[in-house]
Nanobody, 120 residues
């Protein structure tokens, strides 16, 4: 399973940006998908996740500002980020749990990361 993320960039504080990620390759079932981020000198942390049924969960620090969505037909997950703050600056990683065959385990897969910089 390969994850390709795009949409990062430079934005001013208060602005908006949308990240997208598409999963491809041998996929039997795509389960949870989500976004993590890692700021310089910090550990990677969960930003938002969404189940295959569309149930979303968010980190407290993005609630009310970010919205995660997915398109199961296209194997994509997106993150709409509004009211961006300088502290949102990080590399954002797309993540998914997937089964590659009916009998395989659920494995985690990671995208390559896309960088977001929010200027003050």
């Amino acid at each position: 399973v390969q994850l390709q993320a795009c949409g990062g960039g430079l934005v001013q504080a208060g602005g908006s940006l949308r990240l997208s990620c598409v999963a491809s390759g041998r996929i039997f079932r795509l389960n949870g998908m989500g976004w993590y981020r890692q700021a310089p000198g910090k550990e990677r942390e969960l930003v938002a996740g969404i189940t295959s049924g569309g149930v979303a969960n968010y980190a407290e620090f993005v609630k009310g500002r970010f919205t995660i969505s997915r398109d199961n037909a296209k194997n994509t997950v997106s993150l709409q980020m509004n009211s961006l703050k300088p502290e949102d600056t990080a590399v954002y990683y797309c993540n998914c749990r997937a089964k590659v065959t009916q009998h395989s385990s659920n494995y985690h897969y990671w995208g390559q990361g896309t960088e977001l910089t929010v200027s003050s």
